[in-house]
């Protein structure tokens, strides 16, 4: 039985991030991303402005994102998430390509399993 009224308005997902380190080795940074759980409608209308290219990764993510977990500034604090500590996050490369992937596969996903 699906129950539409326990559906929730958001969810996370691991966002694995590989970066090369100091000695030019791969380590994978894990954080959780926070996305909202767009409606078929809106998800049309995702893929059409993607489609017109009126809409990049950058704005896609700023749709689709309300939150994220386990990301920790230079000392270990936990950072909090706002607009500009995202901005920074998603301008550090490869997390926005990484993250725009982790949103479309969480998608994919669900579909599939269906």
Known sequence: MFKLSSVSQ?????????MLDDNGKVKTQVFKARF?????QE???IHERLQEKSLN??????EVTVGFDDVKDENGNPVEFNADNFAA???TFPVRP???NAFFATINNS???N
């Open 57 to 62: 990764d950058t704005e896609l993510l700023n």
């Open 10 to 18: 958001s969810y996370l997902t691991d966002i694995r991030v590989d």
């Open 89 to 91: 996050l998603i301008n």
């Open 43 to 45: 998800l049309d209308r």
């Open 98 to 100: 990484t993250m725009v």
């Open 36 to 40: 909202k759980r767009v409606t078929q």
């Open 111 to 113: 579909v599939r399993k």
